[in-house]
């Protein structure tokens, strides 16, 4: 069974820096491909990053690029996301997910981040 | 980027009903579009994806289809587990975007 477990998230002042982890288990973790999608609280489904199988390659949104870094050790079957310059717009649950052909076909449970002095 | 709309917004049916859930895109994403179920507080779900292919263990109620520009989601058969909201998402090209999302409500 794929499980997938987020941690890191928590309470931030704008301007901040966290480090999101996702622990995961129940597949072969170096053949695919992981993303992280986040949600602001009572709005829809936003996709944030996602990095190749081998961690040679990392996309991002628009909105994070240049303040997310994504990276993943293959060896310890974890993702990282380490997110800077955090704004009150960064609020939200992110989501670790398995992307297979960058669709999303399991998900974790979430972490949540929120910005805020 | 490409653009996902989904119609309606939010939709209420009963149990039993037929349902279906449109998406379209701002420009041509072939077949490479995905549907998700999510509940209050919980993960989405992958539902559907290359626009009609059933993931493994998903009811059958569940079905998609369309290509390039428009799609749709069918639930055959609404049952009172299937109250939730559904997105879709299509994986075209970067970066990869959803719907808005479509409530479905109890009528």
């Known amino acids: 069974e794929v499980q997938l477990l987020e941690s890191g998230g928590g309470l931030v002042q704008p301007g901040g820096s966290l480090r999101l982890s996702c622990a995961a288990s129940?597949?072969?973790?170096?053949?695919?491909?992981m993303s992280w999608v986040r949600q602001a609280p009572g709005k829809g489904l936003e996709w944030v990053s996602i990095?190749?199988?081998?961690?040679?390659?990392?996309y991002y949104a628009d909105s994070v690029k240049g303040r997310f870094t994504l990276s993943r050790d293959n060896s310890k079957n974890t993702l990282s996301l380490q997110v800077n310059s955090l704004r009150a717009d960064d609020t939200a649950v992110y989501y670790c997910?398995?992307?297979?052909?960058?669709?999303?076909?399991?998900w974790g449970q979430g972490t949540l981040v929120t910005v805020s002095s | 980027d490409i653009q996902m709309t989904q119609s309606p917004s939010t939709l209420s049916a009963s149990v039993g009903d037929r349902v279906t859930i449109t998406c379209r895109a701002s420009?041509?994403?072939?077949?490479?579009l995905a549907w998700y179920q999510q509940k209050p507080g919980k993960a989405p779900k992958l539902l559907i994806y290359?626009?009609?292919s059933l993931q493994s263990a998903v009811p059958s109620r569940f079905s998609g289809s369309g290509s390039g520009t428009e799609f749709t989601l069918t639930i055959s058969s609404l049952q009172s587990d299937d109250f939730a909201t559904y997105y879709c998402q299509q994986y075209n090209s970067y970066p990869l975007t959803f719907g808005g999302g479509t409530k479905v409500e109890i009528k």
């Open positions: 290359k626009a009609s």
């Open positions: 420009q041509s994403v072939s077949n490479w």
């Open positions: 129940g597949f072969t973790f170096s053949s695919y491909a």
């Open positions: 997910a398995k992307s297979g052909a960058n669709y999303f076909d399991s």
């Open positions: 990095v190749t199988h081998n961690g040679d390659r990392a």
